[in-house]
């Protein structure tokens, strides 16, 4: 055994030296878990099964969608629902899930991608030749076996497995498809043809212990859920004496003797009948009878301690893992579970994105797909978000984003044009009419000189088009909003009470409401301006200072 030299030692009482029994604690690689044990785990043990299954359920609970995002098609929108309904026919969420549950089980997951592309399932996918995406199915570590890998030290795949050999397809009892063995196994598959989940992060040395597979996630957190379930099984033990009776029977070493242990068996015999019949115990004067509680003082606090082991060992919060309700004074468990679906959310983005990333390019590349073999340069992965407000947290919201937004208003910092397509497109307000609103904007920008910000008023959307004149634009596009109309009827008083000349007025409404100077003139053909004899009189002068 090889000792440490380079920490604290005391002669005297002995830490850091050979007295010191802390020196005999060494680490040491745990015994690989079977396959059967994992399956057995994974099956029986209701804390290790949800160890394993939360996190994908809760990844993929409220599904996923596909926003398309790239010039290359008019309508994205549409492109994007095309793939999301491609995917659900192909059960892209069930295979990925069970993928994902797999992976985190036995090391290793897989969802095989049914393609045809004219080549045989041992090549490589090639995108450029796919015609058709038929079917996905889930391969666990436990019907795949490595078959070769890629030997080119300059290839960033260096090491990694280059083929899966299909071992054991597992059918069910009573099918009249035989089961594929080993050893007559023909089945290759390539691995740019699988969605691969792996499990949790393994060294050279431990992978090649379990022939190069990654760990289990139970194969870590195995220790502490033993430990949890051992102590459980031990109070439940507790629970059946926590009451036991004690019976002190004068002269009992001497009954016990070959001529008094059948006077003792009736004697016992004898009380049992008591105690059912009568519910009452006869005893002699010499005789006695006691019960004597088993303390179960600090056992729950134990218990919880073994539950949050076993938590931290899973890196899951108690209240998602036991669904024990937080605990202590104005606990809410929010906390612990904001940091839950934070987890939740970097997982997912490390290990389900890329999956799906590589499925909607495969539903792209198809010939007859939603974008008939078009590889679109923009696309995201959208997930709705993992913590749903309460109907109450929601109106909170909104009244805050509106409150924020009247403000603004009153401030004139942004038009009531722009706060109404915020609300809109913030799904606030659905019932807005944003295309009304959208070319509202776009005229009080024009008027004012400005340019669009990121609400984005359409200049199509508001029925205007570019490559004509503003005097040639539409007349679906010549609505005018209530501001508007105010400050042209402000206009046409104040040339009819002769404040301002018609010149004037015919400019200001060609610059402000976006007319020709006919249109302008026309709008005020019928005003008559006001005589010099019913005009208000000119004030007195003022008197001069002598």
Partial sequence: MDWRSDSWENAVTGLGTLRDKLQAHTPRMRNQLSDTALEALHTEDDICARIVEQLPADALREGFSVAIKSDQVADTTTVGKDIDKVLAGLGAEAALREAWVWGRLYGFGAVFLGVDDGRTPDDPLDLEAVVRLTHLTVFRRTQLQQNTYYGDLSAPNYGKVETYRVTNLGVPHGSTAKPISAAASTLVIHESRLLAFRGVLTSRYGAQAACFWDDSILQRVFQAVQASSSSWMGAAHLMTDASQGVLKIANLMQLMTAAGEEKL?????????????????????????????TPFSGIPELLDRFMMRVASAAQMPVTVLFGRSPAGMNATGESDIRTWYDQVAAERGKRLTPAIDKLVRVVMATDKGPTNGKQLDGFEVCYPPLWQPTAKERAETFKTTADALSTLVTSKIILPEEAGIKLAKGGDFDELDVEAREAALLYELERGEQEPDE?????????LDPQLPTGDQPASASALNGAQVQSLIEVVRAVASGELPREAAIAIIMRGFLVTPEDAADLLSSVHVKSASTAAPPPPPRPSAT
């Fill in 455 to 463: 609400l984005g008023a359409d200049p199509t959307a508001a029925g």
């Fill in 265 to 293: 068996r009736a004697r016992i015999k004898f009380l049992d009948i008591c105690r059912s019949v009568a519910r009452a115990i006869l005893l002699d004067e010499r005789e006695s009878f006691e019960r004597i509680a």
